[in-house]
Nanobody, 126 residues
């Protein structure tokens, strides 16, 4: 079964840090681009960041640039999102998705996805 599972969310004070994990099973994550999305209450889901080792492309939304960093651990088949200097406006449910598209894979727009996992809740208190 092909599956991505997000974890690592939680409650943190403004200025704090969290690291989200996106663990894959049933396929090799390194062969795909992986993007993080987030959806805050009452807002549309937005793409936050993307990493693709096959073509060395990355993407970070302006709102997280310089604060969020994606990395991967191929041995664990897992991608991480390190989130530093968190702000209350970062509060959202965070989702990861893997996909294939023409290079550069992390260039916008991202593909449209029909289904989403449970995600990881990130809450930043002021």
């Amino acid at each position: 079964q092909l599956q991505l599972v997000e974890s690592g969310g939680g409650l943190v004070q403004s200025g704090g840090s969290l690291r989200l994990s996106c663990a894959a099973s049933g396929f090799t994550l390194d062969n795909f681009a992986v993007a993080w999305f987030r959806q805050a209450p009452g807002k549309e889901r937005e793409g936050v960041s993307c990493i693709s080792s096959s073509d060395n492309s990355t993407y970070y939304a302006d709102s997280v640039k310089g604060r969020f960093t994606m990395s991967s651990d191929n041995a664990k088949n897992t991608v991480f999102l390190q989130m530093n200097s968190l702000k209350p406006e970062d509060t959202a449910v965070y989702y990861c998705k893997s996909f294939l598209k023409r290079a550069p894979r992390c260039a916008l727009p991202f593909p449209t996805f029909v289904s989403w996992g449970q995600g990881a809740q990130v809450t930043v208190s002021s």
